[in-house]
């Protein structure tokens, strides 16, 4: 599995159509774990709500 650079709006597609599992055991996608990462346009010292960035990056756990 390749690294993906989504929309927040893809993000929550995603979920919706269950092609991104939220579990006990992290977040499942293609039968893998993955870890989901914010992509910020400013320095996250200035943020206040990490949740809501534009971009997020999902990669395969443990690479």
Wanted: proline letters at 3%; a negative charge; zero cysteines.
């Amino acid at each position: 599995m390749e690294e993906l650079i989504l929309t927040k709006d893809e993000l929550v597609e995603m979920f919706e159509a269950h092609m991104l599992e939220d579990t006990n055991n992290g977040w499942i996608m293609e039968g893998k774990v993955v870890e989901i990462i914010a992509l910020h346009e400013v320095d996250p010292k200035y943020l206040q709500d990490i949740t809501n960035a534009k971009y997020y990056k999902i990669i395969p756990k443990g690479y």
